[in-house]
């Protein structure tokens, strides 16, 4: 029967019992793990030049190779140790590779971070006789601690995505666990290994087992500082939205100045494709759009200087926009069976046919806060309607851009007029046109229905983008905050 790995790797931080896991895997017969592989000063050990026949320099120039040899080496199983720092080049194939095992170290971040600040302090990284301790206190830094918190919890985050995505599963360890016979056990049993412990490797010792406030030269304002912090993530806006691509297709650049327009749908995109247009005196059917991802990245190569911008609009304006254009409306390029999904199973009240003389400025209103009400529940997976790119937070629109391209320009919607001509005067052009101002939603402006029930509405659907733009209340004289 074929084993169920062919080697493992360790996924931890600095001071989380890392050490004193490896010992007592190399402990088990004809298991080795060989350090720190991939930690960019040296290879495996500290002041070490070769690893498994390859060099430091030959690692560097092609970690792959050094990742084979330690799949490959002799023995029942090999491993190394994996730190965020290490050579990113090696993370991807190796979460990607089911027959390689993940073991996920982790600990007390408070606990790690304090050791790391003492290690770091004292130059001690590793104790084997308690005679040679070095002890030490140090000052808790509590926006460092924040920081490093962050970053522990997105690399977390990232390894459990990954693996859930590829539908592997870890075997999760903490620093605890680690002076636990039965636990060193089941990992070896997990690794599918006959070996077991008998006894727990004792040769490295706790460098400081103290509390963490004994660590510390200042524990009544490191006590005070952890008060504050949102240990349980209370102010995160949840997102429950799919992710986006980058929607590379509707970038559009204009043909003779080095600007490219990457548009979020549902809001200005027909004026700034106007504005190019008239800005290199060309129809709007010679703007340089629907490429691919190839001919996109040669335009940006090739075109040394340009500037991709966007524009982003407020979330209330784009809304009743998007409710005009696509759900109001019965003309061609309208969405006539979300239309229909709509009036029939979410009893919003919109008429089969809109006319003045039957539809009036209030039903609008009610229609319109009943879309909104949607909105929210749609953004928040809790219907069976597509989240269309046309009403789609905006903030999840420019991270599906950043997965291809950043733009280095983002505009709010009454920006334009005087930011887009600015930008093509540095450019060269002398007397830049001005961007149309936008037309009137029909049949009912916003400016006639908007009251402080439609913007609290809004941003119940919208709080990442009203968070993420600093969007306030919607102003009828410009459209925008």
């Not at 290879?43 to 990742?67: F, H, M, N, Q, Y």
């Not at 997105?154 to 360890?173: C, E, K, N, R, V």
């Not at 080095?258 to 979020?264: G, H, I």
């Not at 919109?350 to 879309?371: C, K, M």
Request: hydrophobic residues 35%; glycine residues 6%.
């Amino acid at each position: 029967m074929q084993p169920r790995f062919d080697y493992f790797v360790i996924l931890a931080a600095m001071r989380t019992g890392s050490n004193l896991l490896e010992a007592n895997l190399n402990a088990l017969d004809g298991v080795t793990s060989h350090g720190e592989a991939f930690n960019p000063h040296f290879i495996g050990r500290v002041k070490s030049d070769t690893l498994l026949d390859i060099s430091l320099d030959e690692r560097d120039a092609d970690p792959s190779r050094l990742l084979e040899a330690i799949r490959i080496a002799p023995g029942e199983m090999n491993g190394f140790r994996f730190f965020q720092g290490h050579d990113s080049r090696v993370l991807e194939p190796v979460l990607s590779d089911p027959r390689c095992a993940k073991i996920i170290l982790t600990r007390n971040p408070l606990d790690s971070f304090i050791s790391l600040q003492i290690a770091r302090e004292t130059k001690q990284w590793q104790l084997k006789n308690v005679k040679r301790r070095r002890e030490a206190q140090v000052e808790f830094d509590p926006h460092s601690f924040r920081d490093y918190l962050d970053q522990q919890q997105d690399f977390q985050l990232f390894l459990l995505h990954h693996l859930q995505a590829s539908g592997q599963t870890a075997f999760y360890i903490s620093y605890d666990d680690l002076h636990r016979l039965e636990t060193l056990n089941g990992l070896a049993k997990w690794l599918g290994l006959e070996c077991r412990l008998s006894r727990i490797d004792d040769t490295l010792k706790p460098q400081n087992p103290e509390p963490p406030l004994a660590k510390v030269t200042n524990p009544d304002e490191t006590e005070q500082s952890l008060h504050r912090l949102d240990y349980f993530n209370l102010h995160r806006t949840p997102n429950f939205e799919p992710r986006r691509g980058p929607a590379v297709a509707n970038y559009v650049a204009a043909p003779n100045t080095r600007v490219m327009y990457l548009p979020v749908r549902g809001g200005v995109e027909d004026r700034v494709k106007a504005w190019l247009a008239k800005l290199d005196g060309v129809s709007p059917e010679n703007l340089l759009t629907n490429q691919n991802r190839k001919q996109t990245r040669h335009w940006l190569q090739s075109n040394k200087g340009h500037r991709k911008f966007t524009v982003v609009r407020h979330p209330l304006a784009r809304a009743h926009s998007v409710f005009c254009r696509y759900i109001l409306s019965t003309e061609p390029g309208a969405y006539l069976k979300i239309r229909n999904i709509l009036r029939n199973r979410f009893k919003i009240p919109i008429p089969g046919q809109v006319r003045a003389e039957t539809y009036s400025l209030d039903q609008h209103h009610e229609a319109f806060s009943a879309f909104l009400v949607f909105l929210r529940q749609n953004l928040a997976g809790q219907t069976p309607v597509r989240v269309d790119g046309v009403w789609c937070s905006q903030a999840q629109v420019l991270e599906g851009m950043a997965s291809f391209a950043l733009p280095d320009l983002i505009l709010r919607e009454d920006e334009m007029t005087k930011a887009l001509p600015d930008l093509v005067r540095e450019m060269g052009h002398d007397a830049p046109p001005m961007p149309d101002t936008a037309p009137d939603d029909a049949p009912f402006t916003l400016a006639e229905i908007y009251d402080e029930t439609l913007e609290t509405l809004a941003e119940d659907a919208y709080q990442r983008d009203y968070m993420q733009f600093g969007f306030g209340g919607w102003k009828p004289a410009t459209g925008a905050t």
